[in-house]
């Protein structure tokens, strides 16, 4: 019943529900869109993707056997986000729940359901489906393989989870540290489960086979990723420390817990009154983990290794992405025997509890280590807080009025140049963008912007955004032309020799790019 309320502006009145615009509206989704428009989805032999920086190759999209481009390709892109949505958040509670019951505390259903709750309620980044949220099930499918329980349906789990997860947002990361695990438990067992060794490859070659192009790129192309062109941001050692420990605490969106000061408090306070010398070691090894994998995380930006390994200039080992499982993990061995604290133990735990349901629906403790508030709270920034500015509806965000007006006006072949406006923003109304938001896209790229752009003093980022500055009197308008732009949208008017005023809705102004030869 919470877990429906929460999830309520998924299902209810979806077109005017608010997302999570950074890292999801303004990239991830359309994406999706416009993998599953292109007709090339399924195409594993090369392809382009026209939508997005003059034509993106279809390797470095999503793979066609992930749940997201599937919704996204059977569903409109509304409905395939608010599925994929509900589908993660209802299997966070049900593996969180299992995982529980059956392994962390037995003969206590309610304590489970509780703990099961709260892990559903975490902001799961929507693009990594179930790569943090389906992680308990996931344990939950080994721990039954070396038990030798429920066998069938933990085999089924251990052979889809790939398909509905991220092999380079976490699932890489959990298994090279589960794999350690489950090595340390062998030696000390002085015996291999050969079951759980079978899972673990399985699991392996499935997540390979399904990101092949990726691998294809690195292995076999000379693709560049935008972060390997500039290290901008090294850190010393007191800076890795200082960063692990806030990442340790508080988490990084992509993959936040909302553990803190909430879940290290209840943890704390009942630590002292676990007489179980198992619990408690187990408690301490796992928070142990948890810093050592925030370590591992940051370890891409220390000074000393990013100069001495140029791997981790291109590589982002996001071990992190484990903690937010660990920490309740970790949560729900502090209730070991809870029923025998103290009255006033129970009472303050009780508060805590209570706080830590209340903060999901208003959306307290909401920054991550770096300050960020980038969660998907769609409840919240629906329902509480409707002026927010990090969450808007798709109808809004995508100017979907202003862009059918624009599509009375040229046709939406046409390639356009976005100024002050998201080139996503246009490819979701099915333009074609000189720009675009990418993780991944090779040096010509850049330079061609840079070159028309006359913007040599500063460096490319994922972001290849064409601002108000840059139109002016040194912008190789030639250049575009060449390149077929021959239009320019932006959210204000320009002033310039070079382009002509055309058509104006309520937020775009939209101009013809001049043949000056």
Known sequence: ?????????????????RF??????????????????????FNHKGGIIENSHLGFPRDLYPSDLNLNSLLFWTFPAINAYCILLILMHILAFLGMFLLCKDFLIENHKSICIIIALFFSLIPFWPSGALTVAGQPILIWSLFNLGTKKKTTISWT?????????????????????SFLIFIIYCIKKTKIDWQVFLAFFIFTLLSIIIEHRIFEQFLFSELKMQRSFSNNYLINFNGLVGISFNQFIKGQYHFFGRTWPLLPLF?????????????????????????TLSILSTSKD????????????????????LNPVLWYIAFALSFHNFHNRKIHIKIVSYVILLIVLI?????????DFQGSDYLE????????????ESHQSFNKYYMAQDFNAVKEIIDNSSIICCVGIPPEISQFNDFKTFGGYHPLYSQKHCNLFNDIFNNFDESCNVRLYVKQKNINKNTNFKKLLS?????IISDQPIANRNIKFKFKTENVWLFDILNSN
């Not at 615009?21 to 090339?40: E, F, M, P, R, T």
């Not at 943890?267 to 810093?291: A, D, G, P, Q, Y």
């Not at 903060?359 to 920054?367: E, H, I, T, V």
């Open 1 to 17: 019943m919470i877990l429906g309320v929460y999830l309520s502006p998924y299902f209810l009145n979806i077109e005017n529900s």
């Open 20 to 41: 999570l615009i950074h890292d999801n509206l303004d990239s991830n989704i359309v994406w999706y869109k416009n993998l599953a428009n292109s007709g090339q989805i």
């Open 157 to 177: 789990i251990i052979f889809f989870f790939p398909f509905c997860s991220s092999l380079f947002s976490g699932n890489l990361f959990f298994i090279i540290i």
């Open 267 to 291: 943890i704390i306070i009942n630590f002292i009154h676990i007489k179980s010398k198992n619990i408690r070691l187990k408690l301490i090894t796992i928070v142990f983990l948890i810093f």
């Open 302 to 321: 220390f000074s000393f290794l990013n100069k001495k390994i140029p791997f981790f200039q291109t590589f982002n080992p996001r071990f992190i992405s």
């Open 359 to 367: 903060a999901p629906f208003f959306n307290l403790f909401k920054n």
């Open 377 to 388: 709270n769609s409840f919240y920034n629906t329902y509480v807080n409707t002026e927010n």
């Open 483 to 487: 390149l077929n732009v021959n239009y």
